[in-house]
């Protein structure tokens, strides 16, 4: 067990619909990272937040969003759902150099 | 610009030496990790190595980091049936974002 735990562990919902995701990091850790992983892009860095700031941007989407609150938890929110969004969606969070990873969102969109 | 890339599949025998490889173009990669991958599962932090290191061991596992050729290994000796899994290798830098390679499916059979 990483420490880092997310909700839902899965997500079933429609073309055109929006959802959240959300990450609760390790305790003490200021940087949480989100990331996507699907069969045909791999694990591809989405953002980065370190203690309410948002610190990097990789490949993400103009309908992807997210924001990390003052309790330091996270939330993802995608929306204008695409079949193509349909993926592994993990969040991690470090205090360093050291990344731990959540068990993961599965969204499936239908 | 920023790749990874590792063989697809390892195939081993239980006990023995199984060495993952993994080539890398970003040399501005601080640390390289290896994380490992279990079926509908998350991604494990194994190990990382600085990029002035030539060489990590951690009980089974040994990382071996050839900065002039841009490549990394991860052996695991003594081999078992639980380390059957995907590996991955990651790189990552200033920015914290880790670049993940598409992963190595190692098979171990008993």
């Known amino acids: 067990d990483s420490g880092v735990t997310q909700t839902p562990k899965h997500l079933i919902t429609a073309t055109g619909q929006r959802v959240t995701l959300r990450c609760s990091p390790r305790?003490?850790?200021?940087?949480v990272y989100w990331y996507q992983q699907s069969l045909d892009q791999g694990l591809q860095f989405l953002i980065h937040?370190?203690?309410?700031?948002?610190?990097a941007k990789g490949n993400i989407l103009e309908r992807f969003s997210a924001q990390q609150f003052p309790d330091l938890h996270s939330e993802l929110n995608l929306s204008s759902l695409e079949l193509g969004d349909s993926a592994l969606y993990f969040c991690?969070?470090?205090?360093?150099?050291?990344?731990?990873f959540g068990p993961g969102t599965r969204l499936t969109v239908t | 610009g920023e790749d990874v890339e590792q063989s697809l599949f390892l195939s081993v025998r239980e006990g023995d030496s199984s060495v993952i490889n993994c080539t890398y173009t970003?040399?501005?990669?601080?640390?390289l990790y290896w994380y490992k991958q279990e079926p509908g599962a998350g991604l494990q932090l194994l190990t990382y190595?600085?990029?002035?290191?030539d060489m990590k061991q951690d009980q089974r596992l040994t990382v071996l980091l050839n900065k002039k050729d841009k490549h990394l290994s991860l052996r695991i000796a003594d081999t078992q049936t639980g380390d059957s899994a995907i590996y991955f290798c990651?790189?990552?830098?200033?920015?914290?974002?880790?670049?993940f390679g598409t992963g190595t499916l190692l098979a171990v059979q008993p």
């Open positions: 991690a969070s470090s205090d360093s150099y050291e990344q731990y």
């Open positions: 305790s003490g850790d200021l940087s």
């Open positions: 937040y370190y203690n309410g700031e948002e610190r």
């Open positions: 970003d040399s501005s990669s601080t640390y």
């Open positions: 190595i600085f990029s002035n290191m």
């Open positions: 990651a790189g990552g830098g200033a920015t914290n974002k880790l670049i």
